[in-house]
């Protein structure tokens, strides 16, 4: 992979992160401990809030680990094994790489 092809995943990843960022600062709210006030919320409109509340942190736990395999990515860019399958080592469609640049493994490596 040529220096400027690495260069516009790179951006592409770090515009990704910085998404990440803002969606992880609006979705704070929804993570706030549930409120057991029993005179301005009934038991049924708790438990919604708390079934929101769970699909905050999930949502957060999905993010983190897209966090994760991004900052992976940009490691593999920095040591110049970008866009190499991690597994057999031949280069990964950039087609592939296209639909996510974070993958690790070309499609053959990934199915076994």
Known sequence: MN???A????????????DLDRQD?????GQRTVTLDQQSVGRLSRMDAMQQQAMARAT??????????IHAALAR????EF??????GEEIPRARLDLDPTVP????CAQS
Request: with cysteine; proline share 0%; hydrophobic share 30%.
């Open 105 to 108: 493994t070309c499609v053959a």
């Open 83 to 88: 866009g190499y399958c991690q597994t057999c």
């Open 25 to 29: 600062a609006r979705g704070q709210e």
């Open 60 to 69: 957060q736990n999905r993010r983190d680990q897209q966090k994760q395999r």
């Open 77 to 80: 860019i920095d040591e110049g």
């Open 7 to 18: 260069a516009q995943f790179r951006q592409i990843l770090i515009d990704a992160l910085a």
């Open 3 to 5: 220096d400027q092809l």
